[in-house]
């Protein structure tokens, strides 16, 4: 029989693990509605991030807000980079051939990671007051899981102000709405387009430095199938939806967490199943997604 104290628990962990999907899901939601590109290289960025802030904040020492601030200028300049040599040729042709791209470059730097750090897994060890642990009656959680929370939380907000109030965020709208309208509009498309691939993968490169401070280990393909969940987060949510990447991302925390607690063993050996099982679930039931609207078809 679970206790209360188990159930807050395990319900503080899937939060915790909602919140990293979520910030992953906005970085991939804001790309997917302007170009209709599953960026599966989005995973990639996580790998970079995580071991961009490895060798500056463990190896090097450099102090947690200094290298906040690096890794996501790190991670927006590799999208820029990502953008201009990737996907900036590919415009205006078939999406596929940008899907294809994206799994091409995932791959490649997947493997130049495989080659440059080693395939064995790297332990992440953070400073320690970020693994400070405080108890209360119900629960255990450390310092890194309340910076986990409150970052997500942060971001998000700021993100929704961005694409609600400014004029970058009304264009990547406007885009997302019709490309060849906004073209005409005198909306500067490839600029627009290179911000969003700047903005979602400082996002992946945050949440690299996340989840290694969280789980204590980085690994050179860490990055695929957490980018997928992050994908299956934002189609959950609901696509182009800012609050709905961050719902999409803490069901999908929660059902693995819950699932890995309250079912019997075996089944924590399928919780990734269980993940692509919600995703079908909400396929059948709502295919806009949970707070996304019914999409017209672009022209």
Same mark, same amino acid.
């Given at each position: 029989?679970?206790? #209360? $104290?188990?159930? @807050?628990?395990? !319900?503080?962990?899937? &939060?915790?693990?909602?919140?990293?999907?979520?910030? +992953?899901? /906005?970085?991939?939601?804001?790309?997917?509605?302007?170009?209709?590109?599953?960026?599966?290289?989005?995973?990639?960025?996580?790998?970079?991030?995580?071991?961009?802030?490895?060798?500056?904040?463990?190896? #090097? $020492?450099?102090? @947690?807000?200094? !290298?906040?601030?690096? &890794?996501?200028?790190?991670?927006?300049?590799?999208? +820029?980079? /990502?953008?201009?040599?990737?996907?900036?040729?590919?415009?205006?042709?078939?999406?596929?051939?940008?899907?294809?791209?994206?799994?091409?470059?995932?791959?490649?730097?997947?493997?130049?990671?495989?080659?440059?750090?080693?395939?064995?897994?790297?332990?992440?060890?953070?400073?320690?007051?970020?693994?400070?642990?405080?108890?209360?009656?119900?629960?255990?959680?450390?310092?890194?899981?309340?910076?986990?929370?409150?970052?997500?939380?942060?971001?998000?907000?700021?993100?929704?102000?961005?694409?609600?109030?400014?004029?970058?965020?009304?264009?990547?709208?406007?885009?997302?709405?019709?490309?060849?309208?906004?073209?005409?509009?005198?909306?500067?498309?490839?600029?627009?387009?290179?911000?969003?691939?700047?903005?979602?993968?400082?996002?992946?490169?945050?949440?690299?430095?996340?989840?290694?401070?969280?789980?204590?280990?980085?690994?050179?393909?860490?990055?695929?199938?957490?980018?997928?969940?992050?994908?299956?987060?934002?189609?959950?949510?609901?696509?182009?939806?800012?609050?709905?990447?961050?719902?999409?991302?803490?069901?999908?925390?929660?059902?693995?967490?819950?699932?890995?607690?309250?079912?019997?063993?075996?089944?924590?050996?399928?919780?990734?199943?269980?993940?692509?099982?919600?995703?079908?679930?909400?396929?059948?039931?709502?295919?806009?997604?949970?707070?996304?609207?019914?999409?017209?078809?672009?022209?």
């Amino acid at each position: 029989m679970f206790s #209360l $104290g188990y159930l @807050l628990q395990q !319900t503080m962990n899937g &939060v915790v693990l909602g919140c990293i999907y979520a910030l +992953l899901a /906005l970085g991939m939601t804001v790309v997917y509605g302007i170009l209709r590109l599953i960026n599966f290289a989005h995973g990639a960025l996580i790998t970079l991030g995580a071991f961009f802030t490895y060798f500056i904040l463990v190896r #090097l $020492g450099i102090p @947690l807000v200094a !290298t906040i601030f690096l &890794v996501l200028g790190f991670g927006g300049l590799m999208g +820029l980079v /990502l953008d201009i040599v990737a996907y900036r040729k590919l415009r205006g042709g078939p999406e596929v051939a940008l899907l294809i791209t994206s799994l091409g470059f995932y791959t490649f730097i997947e493997n130049f990671m495989k080659m440059v750090v080693s395939p064995q897994p790297y332990a992440f060890k953070t400073p320690s007051y970020l693994t400070t642990i405080f108890r209360t009656s119900f629960l255990t959680f450390r310092t890194i899981d309340l910076f986990i929370i409150g970052a997500s939380i942060a971001i998000m907000w700021c993100f929704h102000l961005f694409i609600k109030k400014t004029k970058m965020g009304i264009a990547m709208r406007a885009i997302a709405e019709n490309l060849e309208v906004a073209s005409i509009m005198g909306i500067e498309i490839n600029r627009v387009i290179s911000v969003a691939f700047v903005l979602g993968s400082a996002l992946a490169a945050f949440t690299g430095f996340m989840w290694g401070a969280k789980y204590g280990q980085i690994s050179y393909d860490m990055g695929f199938l957490t980018g997928v969940k992050a994908f299956v987060a934002v189609v959950v949510g609901g696509v182009g939806s800012v609050p709905g990447a961050m719902v999409g991302g803490v069901i999908l925390g929660l059902a693995e967490i819950l699932s890995t607690a309250f079912l019997p063993t075996y089944f924590s050996e399928y919780r990734d199943g269980i993940v692509f099982a919600i995703l079908i679930l909400v396929l059948l039931v709502r295919p806009s997604g949970i707070m996304g609207v019914k999409e017209e078809v672009r022209v």
